[in-house]
C-alpha cells in the first residue's frame, strides 16, 4: 500500500476494529530515508513486539514513512502486508515524516523510533505502561543508566541541550534529543508546530516541558547505527541550539532575557565597586582601561535593567496571545511582598530621587571650588541612577496596562457575578 489515503483509510478501519474492542492502540511510526541496510531488521523487531503489548491489552499498528528515498526501501518494507507504507515523492526531512505517519495513524497512543536499528523497540511495553499509569509523554533515554554506545560527539551534544532545557524550562530533561518516545494523541495540540528537520525532538521536548505535560524518561540501551549517520553535528547543533532558545522564548522569555540581564546587572554592579574601591584609596583619575571599564559599568547597568524589564514585558503580552497565567520566569519567588516589577515605580523613583540629589550636590561642590577629578564619579553615578529609575518608571506603566489585560477577562466576570 503506497498511497497517503489508501493507507489513512485502511489503518481507519484497523483503528475503529480495535476501539470497537476496547482496545488501546499503539501507533507506532519509522521515518526512512535510504535506510535499506537495516529497515526490515528493525520491522521484524517491532512486529515481534506485537505480544506482550497485546498482553497489555493495547493493539499495534506499524506504519514506515519513506521520506523521498533512492535505494529499494520502499520496496522492502512493501513486501509486509501487516505494515503500512506511507510515501514522500521528495526528501522533505525527519520532522515532516514523522508528523505525515502521525496524521496517518489512527491510533490513541503514538509512538516513533529510528529506522537504523539504534533504538530498541523491545521497550516500547515499557513506555507504554507509563502512560497507563498517567503519563502524557514517555520517553527512552540514552542518559539515564542503561548501557550506551553513543558516540563521545553526541553525548557531549546531548549534555549541552539537556543542561539548556532544564534550565530553561527548570525541569530536568535528560535526553531531550532521543528519538524514540510514546505519547498521547490528545496532547498533539500542545506539541504542535514542530520542525520538518532533525530538531524535531529537541523541540518537542522544550514544548513538552513548558507546556506543564507529564513526562517520564525511562533508561533504554542504544546501539550503533546501520550506515552512515545523517545527522551533521556543527550544522545541526547550531539549528537544535537556535530552535530550543526561539521555542523557549515564545512561552518564556524573562526566563532567558532576565537571566542575561540579571548578569548584566551583576557585572555592573562589580565593575562599579571596583572603581569604587579605587576611589576611596585615592586613585582620582582613570587611564584608557579605567575609562573604558566605567563605560562598560553604565552600559552593562542599563542593559540589565531594559532586558530583564522586556523580558517580563513579553511574558505578559505570551500570556494574552495563549490565554493563560502569567509567568516571571527567573522572579517566580516574588521580592518585596510582589513580583519585582510592580515595585518599578517606587524603585525608579528612588532611582531618580538619589541621582538627581547626587548631582545637585556634585555640581554644587564643582561651583564651590572643588575639582572635577574629585567628583567626576559621584556625577557618573548620579547620572546612572537618573536613567535606570527613569526606565523602571517607563516600564512599570507599560506592565501596569499589561497586567490590567491580562486579568481583564476575570474582572469582567467578577464584575457580571457581583451584579447578579
Not at 33 to 58: F, H, K, T
Not at 373 to 401: D, K, N, P, S
Amino acid at each position: 500500500m503506497t498511497g497517503l489515503a489508501e493507507g489513512m483509510a485502511n489503518l481507519q478501519e484497523i483503528g475503529a476494529a480495535s476501539q470497537a474492542q476496547g482496545r488501546r492502540v499503539l501507533s507506532v511510526v519509522i521515518p526512512a530515508y535510504n535506510e535499506e541496510s537495516g529497515i526490515q531488521a528493525i520491522v521484524r523487531r517491532v512486529l515481534a513486539v506485537a505480544p506482550a503489548l497485546g498482553a497489555m491489552g493495547v493493539a499495534l499498528e506499524l506504519l514506515v514513512v519513506d521520506d523521498g528515498s533512492s535505494d529499494g526501501t520502499a520496496e522492502l518494507v512493501a513486501q509486509y502486508a501487516d505494515v503500512t507504507l506511507v510515501r514522500h515523492p521528495t526528501n522533505r526531512g525527519y520532522g515532516a515524516a514523522l508528523k505525515t505517519g502521525f496524521h496517518a495513524a489512527s491510533g490513541d497512543w503514538l509512538a516513533f523510533l529510528d529506522a537504523d536499528g539504534t533504538y530498541p523497540p523491545e521497550y516500547l511495553p515499557a513506555l507504554c505502561q507509563q502512560l497507563e499509569n498517567g503519563v502524557d509523554l514517555a520517553v527512552g533515554s540514552r542518559r539515564s543508566g542503561s548501557a550506551s554506545r553513543m558516540p563521545l560527539v553526541r553525548q557531549v551534544g546531548n549534555l549541552m541541550w539537556s543542561s539548556l532545557i532544564t534550565l530553561l524550562g527548570n525541569q530536568r530533561v535528560a535526553d531531550p534529543a532521543s528519538g524514540m518516545r510514546v505519547f498521547r494523541r490528545a496532547v498533539f495540540d500542545r506539541l504542535y508546530p514542530l520542525p520538518d528537520g532533525l530538531n524535531f525532538t529537541p523541540v518537542m521536548s522544550t514544548r513538552a516541558v513548558h507546556e506543564a505535560l507529564r513526562v517520564v524518561e525511562i533508561p533504554i540501551p542504544y546501539d550503533e547505527r546501520e550506515g552512515a549517520s545523517k545527522l551533521h553535528v556543527v550544522r545541526d547543533g547550531l539549528r537544535f541550539l537556535r530552535t530550543i532558545l526561539w521555542t523557549s522564548l515564545s512561552y518564556n522569555p524573562v526566563r532567558i532575557l532576565g537571566g542575561l540581564g540579571t548578569i548584566a546587572l551583576a557585572l555592573s554592579a562589580a565593575i562599579g565597586l571596583v572603581i569604587l574601591a579605587m576611589r576611596l584609596s585615592g586613585i582620582t583619575e582613570l587611564g584608557p582601561w579605567g575609562v573604558a571599564s566605567a563605560y562598560a559599568a553604565v552600559f552593562l547597568g542599563l542593559m540589565g535593567v531594559d532586558l530583564v524589564a522586556l523580558g517580563i514585558t513579553f511574558n505578559y503580552l505570551v500570556a494574552l496571545a495563549h490565554r493563560r497565567p502569567v509567568r516571571q520566569g527567573l522572579f517566580e519567588r516574588p521580592l518585596l511582598r510582589g513580583p519585582v516589577h510592580r515595585h518599578f515605580w517606587w524603585l525608579g523613583l528612588v532611582g531618580i530621587g538619589a541621582g538627581a540629589l547626587l548631582d545637585v550636590v556634585s555640581l554644587a561642590l564643582s561651583l564651590g571650588g572643588w575639582p572635577i577629578e574629585r567628583l567626576w564619579l559621584y556625577l557618573l553615578v548620579g547620572t546612572m541612577l537618573v536613567l535606570l529609575g527613569a526606565q523602571a518608571v517607563l516600564f512599570w506603566l507599560i506592565l501596569r496596562v499589561l497586567d490590567e489585560l491580562s486579568r481583564r477577562d476575570a474582572l469582567v466576570q467578577a464584575d457580571i457575578e457581583a451584579s447578579v
